[in-house]
Nanobody, 122 residues
Framework: QVQLVESGGGLVQPGGSLRLSCAAT????????MGWYRQGPGKQRELVAN???????NYADSVKGRFTVSREDWRNTVILQMNSLKPDDTAVYYC????????????????WGQGTQVTVSS
């Protein structure tokens, strides 16, 4: 099994910054893509950003130029640096990883974090 531990959420004023971190632990052989989704009040869950094992990144149009996703493979961690935050960024942010857990199989499993609240308000 794989566990994801998220940190870094909180309350911030519009224009401010937050840094989310998510560490994966457990039976990990290798990690493929890592990323972040979010679900705002009354909204569907949406992709915010992800990053592949080749460091190829993908961002939602709404966060391009403001958010940066990165990974620290040596500690199985994905980071989301969020700048110029807006009230519309208010949501629960979920970390996701695609992990290979079996040395004898190339199968990849998808895991979700428990979510961390980000509130942007004055």
């Amino acid at each position: 099994q794989v566990q994801l531990v998220e940190s870094g959420g909180g309350l911030v004023q519009p224009g401010g910054s937050l840094r989310l971190s998510c560490a994966a632990t457990g039976s990990i052989v290798s990690i493929r893509a890592m990323g972040w989704y979010r679900q705002g009040p009354g909204k569907q869950r949406e992709l915010v950003a992800n990053i592949t094992s080749d460091d190829i990144t993908n961002y939602a149009d709404s966060v391009k130029g403001r958010f940066t996703v990165s990974r620290e493979d040596w500690r199985n961690t994905v980071i989301l640096q969020m700048n110029s935050l807006k009230p519309d960024d208010t949501a629960v942010y979920y970390c996701t990883v695609d992990v290979r857990t079996d040395w004898y199989s190339s199968a990849v499993s998808h895991y979700w974090g428990q979510g961390t609240q980000v509130t942007v308000s004055s």
